[in-house]
């Protein structure tokens, strides 16, 4: 079998059937699709039963609750495929995002990931398409800062040979897992690729982990960020400097949110540059002057009003 679906099952009534539509009618057959009921307490694990019954292909595991890494981990205990690849339960796929991903990595088996195009917060007014062109990495670290993964650490639009996740699960942290196992599955990693085929339906939901976010994960995210840094502690690619602006914005809305200030100084005094926006220049002109603290309270400030 070439492909596992794993697909993560938590009060979705609403938008469990269309997640599971968009994956049986892709144009592609050889592939299992592992339903993962998480103690589901509302009439998923029924539609989940249902399902696993119109099409041979679904399997179902029952559990109790453990969260989004918990579910993904037991459904790669009992994946058979070759690839691996998520898709959260009130998301979808547009056609043939399956068909044509796994032909690249039938074209170019030398891959360990293809990544592809993603619509972030879909059906609401914050979305936006990250849509990259075909390009293939070697050099993880280019990956990194050329293709900026630092920016789309998300596991639901990549597609993983198992052989990654070998000796590794997704970690059970208050939120946003995905930007704390990238790095550590790109260490095992050969060859990437990006493509423009295919589309992620990352849908916003209100109730959903982002929206909700409280300070303990927006601090995870930020943790994230914290192990990522020294990986480029002996470069001085000014890409690098854009890694730390990130982490710079998700301290600010951490501290916001009541969390500590954790972000460690930039390791040279960052630059004003004509690529970053009006705004970053001044983030980083109060940062250099007035340093993070009062950086974080004036933004904190600026957001009650």
Same mark, same amino acid.
């Given at each position: ?13 609403d938008t469990l059937d269309r997640c599971v539509e968009s994956v049986i009618s892709q144009n592609y ?28 292909r679904i399997k179902v595991i029952h559990k109790v609750n453990g969260g989004l890494s918990d579910a993904? &981990? ?52 914050k979305e936006f398409l990250f849509q990259p062109q075909f390009q293939v990495y070697t050099n993880m ?63 916003? &939901?209100? &109730? ?24 480029? &502690? ?72």
């Amino acid at each position: 079998m070439k492909l596992s679906v794993i697909i993560p099952v938590y009060c979705v009534e609403d938008t469990l059937d269309r997640c599971v539509e968009s994956v049986i009618s892709q144009n592609y057959s050889d592939m299992e699709i592992i339903l993962v009921d998480d103690g589901s307490p509302d009439g998923c694990p029924q539609k989940c039963d249902d399902w696993s019954k119109r099409d041979q292909r679904i399997k179902v595991i029952h559990k109790v609750n453990g969260g989004l890494s918990d579910a993904r &981990n037991a459904g790669i205990e009992i994946a058979q495929g070759q690839y691996l690849t998520f898709i959260d339960s009130d998301d979808y796929l547009s056609n043939d995002t399956l068909p044509y991903n796994m032909d690249i990595l039938e074209k170019h088996p030398e891959l360990d990931i293809v990544e592809y195009p993603i619509l972030i917060h879909a059906g609401s007014k914050k979305e936006f398409l990250f849509q990259p062109q075909f390009q293939v990495y070697t050099n993880m670290d280019q990956y990194w800062l050329t293709g900026e993964a630092f920016r789309h650490t998300y596991a639901c639009n990549k597609i993983f040979r198992r052989e990654v996740f070998s000796t590794l699960r997704f970690p059970i942290v208050p939120a946003f897992e995905d930007a704390h196992i990238l790095p550590k599955l790109l260490d095992k990693c050969s060859a990437i690729a990006t493509t423009d085929k295919g589309l992620y339906y990352y849908t916003w &939901n209100e &109730n959903g982990i982002t929206s909700t976010a409280d300070g303990s994960k927006i601090q995870s995210l930020l943790d994230a960020y914290i192990a990522l840094l020294p990986r480029f &502690n002996d470069t001085d690619r000014p890409e690098v400097q854009d890694i730390y602006l990130q982490a710079l914005n998700i301290q600010m809305e951490a501290a916001a949110k009541g969390m500590p200030i954790t972000l460690p100084p930039f390791k040279r005094r960052l630059a004003t540059s004509k690529r970053h926006s009006t705004k970053t220049n001044i983030k980083i002109l109060i940062l250099n002057t007035l340093g993070i603290g009062a950086l974080c309270r004036i933004y904190s400030l600026m957001s009650r009003i």
